[in-house]
């Protein structure tokens, strides 16, 4: 039924959205801007400059874009050295055996994440090789829910949208498996992830036969 499986990588196949949320929390509290779990749920999915204006939008003066971009860059360099201790035990429940089960069912497997530190990522939890291709954030044009990532991916993977499966946990994630014409398997629960064709709680629900 499917060709490929594309998949999210942050909160789908690891938790790196603790350290986003330690790394944005620090730089909002040195802005002035009041940061917690609910405000962190917004920015998933949603690419670092993305996020950035979402927090400074909150904060009592204008921001020029050169200030903006090292604040960025402040909030990245906090987010790479908390994940350069990730080893494969970050990785969430069922998630290398849901990849497994994609390449034995003969279905191409590619990754779609924004992050411009997900090859990083890969590469800590030890699982590169199991992607046939990975789009690179940083050749991106537009960000989710715009669905030129997912397109991007299908395209590598030559394989027709229509025929592709995308797994995300995150609201602009799905929306963006949607305006690409993908089946969506939503991560997380089902009254947030409302536009997702099936939701499951986690990797270790994932079972191809439903889908
Ligand atoms: P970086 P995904 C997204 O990854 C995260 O969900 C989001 O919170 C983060 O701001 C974004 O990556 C950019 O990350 O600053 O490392 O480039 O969910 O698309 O895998
Ligand atoms: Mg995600």
Same mark, same amino acid.
């Given at each position: 039924k499917y060709d490929a499986v594309i998949f999210d990588l942050d909160g789908v196949i690891t938790d790196t959205a603790r350290y986003h949320y330690l790394a944005w929390m620090r730089l909002a509290n040195t802005q002035g801007v009041h940061f917690d779990e609910e405000f962190n749920e917004q920015l998933k999915g949603i690419d670092r400059m993305g996020s950035l204006e979402r927090i400074l939008m909150a !904060?009592?003066?204008q921001y020029? +874009?050169?200030?903006k971009l090292a604040l960025a860059e402040e909030k990245n360099a906090q987010y790479v050295s908390l994940i350069s201790n990730m080893t494969p035990d970050d990785l969430l429940p069922g998630a290398v055996q849901a990849l497994d089960s994609c390449r034995a069912a003969g279905m191409k497997v590619g990754l779609a994440s924004v992050s411009k530190n997900a090859f990083t990522v890969l590469d800590k939890l030890g699982i590169m090789d199991k992607f046939d291709y990975v789009v690179d954030a940083a050749k991106l044009a537009r960000g989710k829910p715009d669905p030129e990532?997912? +397109?991007k991916a299908a395209? !590598? +993977?030559d394989a027709l949208p229509a025929r592709c499966l995308g797994v995300e946990d995150a609201v602009a994630g799905v929306a963006s498996i949607k305006a690409a014409g993908m089946t969506a398997v939503g991560v997380g629960e089902r009254s947030v992830l409302a536009q997702a064709d099936f939701v499951i709680p986690g990797l270790a629900c994932f079972d191809l036969n439903n889908y």
């Open positions: !904060a009592t003066r020029s +874009l050169a200030e990532i997912f +397109l395209c !590598a +993977l």
